[in-house]
């Protein structure tokens, strides 16, 4: 019995620590990226209203 849970608990490991990464690396990748392309994508649409409240406030 307890050579058993020994194997059990290997094949567990084994396929945690296969499956673990295969799943997170992705997920991380791509939360990374959304954040980035989000970061980018807000500073560009807050850019030219403030330019041209910038270039209104000198006029």
Request: hydrophobic share 45%; no cysteine; net charge positive.
């Amino acid at each position: 019995m307890a050579g058993r849970h020994l194997r059990f608990r290997g094949l567990f490991r084994k396929y945690f620590l296969a499956l673990f990464p295969a799943v997170v690396m992705p997920l991380t990748a791509n939360d990374i990226s959304e954040a980035w392309f989000g970061y980018r994508d807000q500073r560009a649409r807050l850019s030219q209203p403030l330019q041209d409240e910038a270039t209104a406030s000198t006029a």
